[in-house]
T-cell receptor, first 113, second 115 residues
Framework: DQQVKQNSPSLSVQEGRISILNCDYTNSMFDYFLWYKKYPAEGPTFLISISSIKDKNEDGRFTVFLNKSAKHLSLHIVPSQPGDSAVYFCAASASYNTDKLIFGTGTRLQVFP | DTAVSQTPKYLVTQMGNDKSIKCEQNLGHDTMYWYKQDSKKFLKIMFSYNNKELIINETVPNRFSPKSPDKAHLNLHINSLELGDSAVYFC??????????????FGQGTRLTVV
């Protein structure tokens, strides 16, 4: 039972354009969401997060949007750069169990020149 | 100066063997975790320790036993290794200072291959 889903295993975007990575969740108790970035042979690194009291959080080129009614969040990267090429994991947690992060399966982003 | 370090990075072993993966964090965090990333790239939590106390113990075989000698270390011992244990195992830590502080710092992963 996969509570956090990233339905696109890969995405290819031209440098300078916008990258949009999507994530859906099923558990309505989730109230905190995170995006992690992972390079090959390295552990995931935290990128950006959003709590359910917001619908948007922005940090430089990275913006996360949350649509609670649709149980959907997305990560926008603008402009995309070749160094953004990595696997991006969406993760979620519920405030009643903050130690437990549930991860999606990841989306591989490739930014080409 | 690695924040979360795991050793070894690669581990190849035969079925039936017992092996350990070590993890250390120098961030002063209270909570440490073990995650398993399977062949489908699904990252799933296995264990969570807070101040040396087991908090989460997901449905993993009891051949897997975490050991936390102090809050900076969380080692994973696996008995009687099976082919299906082959995966990348990630250690992580977090400050755990409230419901909005669940950002975790991950180690580089240990690729375990059971042959």
């Amino acid at each position: 039972d996969q509570q956090v889903k990233q339905n696109s295993p890969s995405l290819s975007v031209q440098e300078g354009r916008i990258s949009i990575l999507n994530c859906d969740y099923t558990n309505s108790m989730f109230d905190y969401f995170l995006w992690y970035k992972k390079y090959p042979a390295e552990g995931p690194t935290f990128l950006i997060s959003i709590s359910s009291i917001k619908d948007k959080n922005e940090d430089g080129r990275f913006t996360v949007f949350l649509n609670k009614s649709a149980k959907h969040l997305s990560l926008h990267i603008v402009p995309s750069q070749p160094g953004d090429s990595a696997v991006y994991f969406c993760a979620a947690s519920a405030s009643y169990n903050t130690d437990k992060l549930i991860f999606g399966t990841g989306t591989r982003l490739q930014v080409f020149p | 100066d690695t924040a979360v370090s795991q050793t070894p990075k690669y581990l190849v072993t035969q079925m039936g063997n017992d092996k350990s993966i070590k993890c250390e964090q120098n961030l002063g965090h209270d909570t440490m975790y073990w995650y398993k990333q399977d062949s489908k790239k699904f990252l799933k939590i296995m264990f969570s320790y807070n101040n040396k106390e087991l908090i989460i113990n997901e449905t993993v075989p009891n051949r897997f036993s975490p050991k936390s000698p102090d809050k900076a270390h969380l080692n994973l011992h696996i008995n009687s290794l099976e082919l299906g244990d082959s995966a990348v195992y990630f250690c992580a830590s977090s400050q755990d200072s409230g419901p909005w502080s669940t950002e975790a710092f991950f180690g580089q992963g240990t690729r375990l291959t059971v042959v």
